[in-house]
């Protein structure tokens, strides 16, 4: 593949089934196999994306109040805005490690390269931020002890449970639970009865924990991007970080299980998809890696 400071590789040197010289950028619309896989992937991200955007309206509807300020709105958006970044981070690293060709790694197309990345982490660093501040947020959450759904119609709450909310009136109150104890968080809009509480613990820290390995991830890609940049194919540092990211991809797959447990089968299926998204920058990185071993030999 090709990067900003690498040499150009003879074409004759071309991987079987490459879709371009080395060195010369690649197409990404064609008929093989990897773009194929390529272009499925993305697509399904994209849709996927609406699905996100779509089911943040639809808690921030529930969760929202007189008074929210632009931390309020931010952090109800925070899927949203981490799933945009993410997408950015993914076409910057398949521009670098396919797309584009030597030449076009111009001085002022690597820095604004640069700052995007740099707009993206801070996007998605205040993701790590929205998360774990509903972690604290739900250990805050008011017990109301000896109480009854019922009591609280008319209040303008919702019932939540699984990430599932339900406005509560006088048709709903007596069917959604017969706990006594309930817990009242999202700003004070949203009750749960203690399953449901724990549920929402569970979901709340699986978020937390999925972002801070994507990260992770994403460092040991750079990684492996700047050392192949400089014509490093193999050594400690470029095993560490395979072996470290094929760790941190079992724990994602972990937490699409989880998912599905819960019953939250699009997120199971945007994680598989975001997974494999970043595999294929992988099946890049790792092309590249043999155009290089090619040249050497």
């Known amino acids: 593949m090709n990067s900003s400071d690498q040499t150009v590789?003879?074409?004759d040197t071309a991987a079987p089934?490459?879709?371009?010289?080395?060195?010369?950028?690649?197409k990404f619309f064609s008929?093989?196999?990897?773009q194929l896989i390529k272009i499925a992937v993305y697509s399904l991200l994209i849709v996927n994306f609406f699905?996100?955007?779509?089911?943040d309206i639809d808690v921030a509807r529930h969760t929202m109040h007189d008074g929210w300020t632009l931390k309020d709105w931010t952090t109800a958006f925070a899927t949203t805005?981490?799933?945009?970044?993410?997408f950015l981070l993914l076409f910057l690293l398949e521009l670098e490690t396919f797309l584009l060709s030597d030449e076009a790694f111009t001085r002022g197309r690597v820095m604004l390269m640069h700052a995007l990345r740099l707009v993206c982490f801070v996007a998605i660093g205040?993701?790590?931020?929205?998360?774990?501040?509903?972690l604290l947020e739900l250990d805050k959450a008011v017990v109301h002890s000896g109480a009854d759904l019922c009591q609280f119609v008319g209040m303008d709450l919702s019932f939540a449970r699984n990430l599932a909310y339900s406005e509560l009136d006088g048709a709903n109150c007596a069917t959604l639970t017969n706990a006594d104890t309930l817990f009242q968080f999202a700003q004070g809009q949203a009750l749960t009865d203690a399953a449901?509480?724990?549920i929402e613990w569970e979901?709340?820290?699986a978020d937390l924990i999925e972002v801070v390995v994507w990260l992770f991830i994403i460092a040991m890609i750079e990684v492996m991007v700047r050392l192949q940049d400089k014509g490093v194919t193999r050594g400690p540092v470029i095993r560490f970080a395979r072996l470290f990211n094929a760790c941190l991809y079992s724990v994602l797959w972990v937490t699409a299980a989880y998912w599905a447990y819960r019953g939250h089968w699009v997120f199971a299926w945007d994680e598989t998809l975001w997974i494999l998204g970043f595999m294929a920058i992988g099946m890049n990185l790792s092309d590249w890696r043999k155009e290089m071993e090619a040249e050497e030999a």
């Open 9 to 11: 590789v003879a074409a």
């Open 17 to 26: 089934g490459s879709t371009a010289a080395p060195g010369g950028g690649g």
């Open 31 to 34: 008929t093989a196999p990897k």
């Open 51 to 55: 699905h996100y955007l779509s089911n």
């Open 81 to 86: 805005f981490d799933e945009l970044a993410w």
């Open 126 to 134: 205040h993701t790590v931020f929205a998360f774990a501040d509903y």
């Open 196 to 198: 449901g509480w724990q």
């Open 203 to 205: 979901l709340a820290w």
